[in-house]
């Protein structure tokens, strides 16, 4: 049984939906190593055909909205385990979906961060920056921050068996 098939069994069995296994064909569908070295090359790819293809403000947004979300997965993703990343087209909107494994740990820690933000994406960039003052531990969570309040994107957050799943949507 292939890893598409696998996943698609997974799914089916447990009655969850990933915007991963979409009905529209991907844009882009890149599957890389959780490993922080890949993040500057294929960003430079996916910004060049963002701006290519897509509408300038468009494609401001979901630069930040790459680059911050594809981070956060390389740098925390689980050794040895996939990072994918999917442009998929609905309509006028692109759905932008990041996907990883992660310790059970920084999952729990994600989910209560993304709760902070999607509450008041404001008062989120505020504590955020106010972090960056001290040497604070656990360090600054400023990507995921920045999606929703600079750029105004919302985030979703989609998690089973170690596998994190963050997407957003970027109207036109």
Same mark, same amino acid.
């Given at each position: 049984?292939?890893?598409?098939?696998?996943?698609?069994?997974?799914?089916?069995?447990?009655?969850?939906?990933?915007?991963?296994?979409?009905?529209?064909?991907?844009?882009?569908?890149?599957?890389?190593?959780?490993?922080?070295?890949?993040?500057?090359?294929?960003?430079?790819?996916?910004?060049?055909?963002?701006? +290519?293809?897509? &509408? #300038? *403000?468009?494609?401001?947004?979901?630069? @930040? %909205?790459?680059?911050?979300?594809?981070?956060?997965? =390389?740098?925390?993703?689980?050794?040895?385990?996939?990072?994918?990343?999917?442009?998929?087209?609905?309509?006028?909107?692109?759905?932008?979906?990041?996907?990883?494994?992660?310790?059970?740990?920084?999952?729990?820690?994600?989910?209560?961060?993304?709760?902070?933000?999607?509450?008041?994406?404001?008062?989120?960039?505020?504590?955020?920056?106010?972090?960056?003052?001290? +040497?604070?531990? &656990? #360090? *600054?969570?400023?990507?995921?921050?920045? @999606? %929703?309040?600079?750029?105004?994107?919302?985030?979703? =957050?989609?998690?089973?068996?170690?596998?994190?799943?963050?997407?957003?949507?970027?109207?036109?």
């Amino acid at each position: 049984m292939s890893g598409v098939q696998a996943r698609a069994t997974r799914r089916a069995e447990d009655g969850r939906v990933s915007a991963i296994d979409g009905d529209e064909p991907a844009l882009i569908s890149i599957g890389a190593p959780a490993d922080p070295a890949l993040l500057e090359p294929t960003y430079a790819y996916l910004s060049a055909y963002c701006f +290519a293809c897509l &509408p #300038p *403000p468009q494609a401001q947004r979901l630069n @930040v %909205a790459i680059y911050e979300l594809y981070a956060n997965a =390389l740098r925390y993703g689980s050794d040895g385990g996939e990072v994918r990343l999917e442009l998929r087209r609905s309509g006028k909107s692109i759905l932008l979906v990041v996907a990883n494994y992660a310790e059970q740990a920084h999952v729990e820690r994600l989910k209560a961060h993304l709760a902070r933000v999607q509450e008041d994406p404001s008062a989120a960039f505020s504590g955020e920056m106010n972090r960056f003052d001290g +040497a604070s531990q &656990p #360090p *600054p969570m400023l990507g995921i921050v920045r @999606v %929703a309040h600079e750029v105004g994107l919302p985030l979703q =957050l989609f998690s089973y068996q170690g596998r994190v799943e963050i997407s957003t949507r970027c109207d036109e």
